[in-house]
C-alpha cells in the first residue's frame, strides 16, 4: 500500500502565501512523478504542478510565476510553496504520486484565500 500525508493548507489572506507538504510511504518504488492537484466543488480537479524523479516539471498556466513544487526524493516528500495568493486559488488540494502508472492520492487539505 501507498500512504500520502498532506499538510500545510488553511486560510490566507489575499497575497499571502502558503506552503503545502505531501510525505509519502509505503511500497514506493517506482515513483515517477510527485505533484499537487486542487479541485472545486462543480469542477473536475486540475493539475497545479508536477515534478518527475529527473526533475522536469509541469505546471499550470495559472501556477506560473506564483507557485513553485519541489520534491525531496531521499525523504519522499513533495512541497508546494505557493506565493501571491488569489481568490481563485481556492480549492481543496491534493498530492498525487505516480508508481508504474498508478496514480495514489491523498485526502486532500483545504485552501481559503479570503479578507
Known amino acids: 500500500q501507498v500512504q500520502l500525508v498532506e499538510s500545510g493548507g488553511g486560510l490566507v489572506q489575499p497575497g499571502g502565501s502558503l506552503r503545502l507538504s505531501c510525505a509519502v510511504s509505503?511500497?514506493?518504488?517506482?515513483?515517477?512523478?510527485m505533484g499537487w492537484y486542487r479541485q472545486v466543488p462543480g469542477k473536475r480537479r486540475e493539475l497545479v504542478a508536477s515534478i518527475t524523479t529527473g526533475g522536469v516539471i509541469n505546471s499550470a498556466l495559472s501556477a506560473k510565476g506564483r507557485f513553485i513544487v519541489s520534491r525531496d526524493i531521499a525523504k519522499n516528500t513533495v512541497h508546494l510553496q505557493m506565493n501571491s495568493l488569489k481568490p481563485e486559488d481556492t480549492a481543496v488540494y491534493y498530492c498525487?504520486?505516480?508508481?508504474?502508472?498508478?496514480?495514489?492520492w491523498g485526502q486532500g487539505t483545504q485552501v481559503t484565500v479570503s479578507s
Open positions: 498525487n504520486v505516480v508508481i508504474f502508472a498508478t496514480d495514489y
Open positions: 509505503g511500497m514506493i518504488s517506482g515513483i515517477y512523478t
